[in-house]
């Protein structure tokens, strides 16, 4: 036993590593949260150019589904124009549960 403890294992810390002190590991984090933000932000801003270059359709088109999700935009008169339908089954259903 006591050979075993004379020899240093590689899992323990030596001097060096308890006496440095510990990196800030959530500014670290912050950082990473905030550039993920920002890559969100640009992803979002460059969706919302895409549907203002977007022709609008008309709401005749949106078939016989008996709900359905619509982004539209206002116009400069005021009015909203739809100019996508949104496909994606779960967030209608999240949207129908807010809205009732």
Partial sequence: ????????????????ELAAPSPDVT???????????VRADDRSEQ???????VEAFS???????EF???VT???ADGRHEPVAL???????DRAIRKAA
């Fill in 73 to 75: 935009r206002r116009t």
């Fill in 27 to 37: 500014a670290a984090i912050g950082t990473d949260e905030r550039r993920m933000h």
């Fill in 47 to 53: 969706a919302r150019a895409r549907l203002r270059a």
């Fill in 86 to 92: 949104v496909s994606d089954e779960a967030l209608l």
């Fill in 1 to 16: 036993m006591d050979e075993y403890r004379e020899l240093p294992s590689e899992f323990e810390l030596g001097a060096e």
């Fill in 59 to 65: 709401l005749d088109d949106l078939g016989e589904a």
């Fill in 68 to 70: 359905c999700l619509v």
